[in-house]
């Protein structure tokens, strides 16, 4: 099983993670009245982040240190859009990879596991 968090950074990192990824770099949905009252859940929101070439190498740094036992983290400000976005393509990747996944959206209070 592989853990998965979306987090906010102004509330600080979640505990006990090995791995932390900062989404402050991509481009913020916060700043376009349109996506700001949506989440990362949404379809309109996770269209525009992964239109941000940047958020390649983050899904593939994340990718690459994943393994059974493990839990990653990825962090915005808000943690609405930017690390659910990303967190939700990593969770997709491993899943379809064969492996059983986790995700919790701390500051969504949601989550879901692969079963």
Known sequence: MIKVISFAFKKGPPGGVD??????VL?????????????????RVQV????DF???TIIQDALAVAGSGKTIAF???GGKHRSVV???????ALEKSG???TVIHR???SGRTTV
């Open 27 to 43: 481009w913020n949905p916060h700043h376009n009245p349109k996506l700001r009252d949506l989440t990362g859940l949404d379809e």
């Open 86 to 92: 990303v967190a939700e393509q990593v969770a997709e």
């Open 75 to 77: 962090g915005c400000y």
């Open 48 to 51: 525009a982040v992964m239109r």
């Open 54 to 56: 940047k958020v390649l």
């Open 19 to 24: 791995h932390v990824f900062d989404c402050r």
């Open 107 to 109: 500051e969504l209070g």
């Open 99 to 101: 492996h059983k996944v």
